[in-house]
Each structure stands twice: as structure tokens, then as C-alpha cells.
């Protein structure tokens, strides 16, 4: 019985370490910083298989290597403990400025 319980442990353990190897090749590795605009994704209500990013909220403090307080805007600047896989970084689009130039190096007709 010793021997196959060994036996067992030896090949979880090895098991165990080819797995970690395999995944922390495509592993990225993400961190924020307090003040930083984030994402969150969340469940729907009704559905709970149906999921969609909200936000921005801000990261109000780093908890671990792997849970944030996040500030969501408009919650009544509510805080909630997230998971880091469960917030991606937001990018702000740029506006959008339409110009009308004229083609005569904004010069107008007739001068």
C-alpha cells in the first residue's frame, strides 16, 4: 500500500508541474495600477452564461497579485473586490473631429 501511495503522489506531482509548464508558456502576465481605467466582465442577471465588459472603474487599491478594489462610476462610486481575470485595461477612443478643408490651403474662393 506505501509503495502505491507513493507511487500516486510521484505522478500527481509530475503531472501537476508539465501542466503549470504547459500553461505559463501563453500566460500573460497583467497588472494594474491604482488610478488605472479598467474593464469589468460581468454576468447578465437573466442569463448567467451571457456575459459583457462594463465600466470604466478605476482601481482604487491592489489587494494580491491577483484581486483589485475597483470604483465603478456611476454606482454611486460603489467598490467591489475583482479578480484579475475578470478586468481587462480600457482605452479611451479618441474623439472623432470632422474638418471640412478646403482644397486651396483653407483659403477662400476669390481672394
Same mark, same amino acid.
Given at each position: 500500500?506505501?509503495?502505491?501511495?507513493?507511487?500516486?503522489v #510521484? #505522478?500527481?506531482?509530475? #503531472?501537476?508541474d508539465k501542466r503549470k509548464t504547459w500553461y505559463d508558456? *501563453?500566460?500573460?502576465?497583467r497588472e494594474f495600477r491604482v488610478g488605472e481605467l479598467v474593464l469589468v466582465l460581468a454576468t447578465s442577471k437573466p442569463n448567467k452564461m451571457a456575459v459583457?465588459? #462594463?465600466?470604466p472603474g478605476?482601481?482604487?487599491?491592489?489587494?494580491?497579485?491577483? *484581486?483589485?478594489?475597483?470604483?465603478?462610476?456611476?454606482?454611486?462610486?460603489?467598490t467591489q473586490?475583482?479578480?484579475?481575470?475578470?478586468?481587462?485595461?480600457?482605452?479611451q477612443r479618441l474623439e472623432r473631429i470632422?474638418?471640412?478643408? *478646403?482644397?486651396r490651403g483653407g483659403r477662400k474662393s476669390g481672394t
Open positions: 500500500m506505501r509503495h502505491c501511495q507513493e507511487l500516486a #510521484t #505522478t500527481m506531482t509530475e #503531472t501537476r508558456k *501563453n500566460a500573460v502576465k459583457q465588459w #462594463t465600466g478605476v482601481i482604487e487599491s491592489k489587494l494580491s497579485e491577483t *484581486n483589485y478594489i475597483v470604483r465603478m462610476e456611476g454606482k454611486k462610486d460603489k473586490i475583482y479578480h484579475i481575470n475578470l478586468l481587462k485595461p480600457y482605452h470632422n474638418l471640412l478643408v *478646403n482644397g
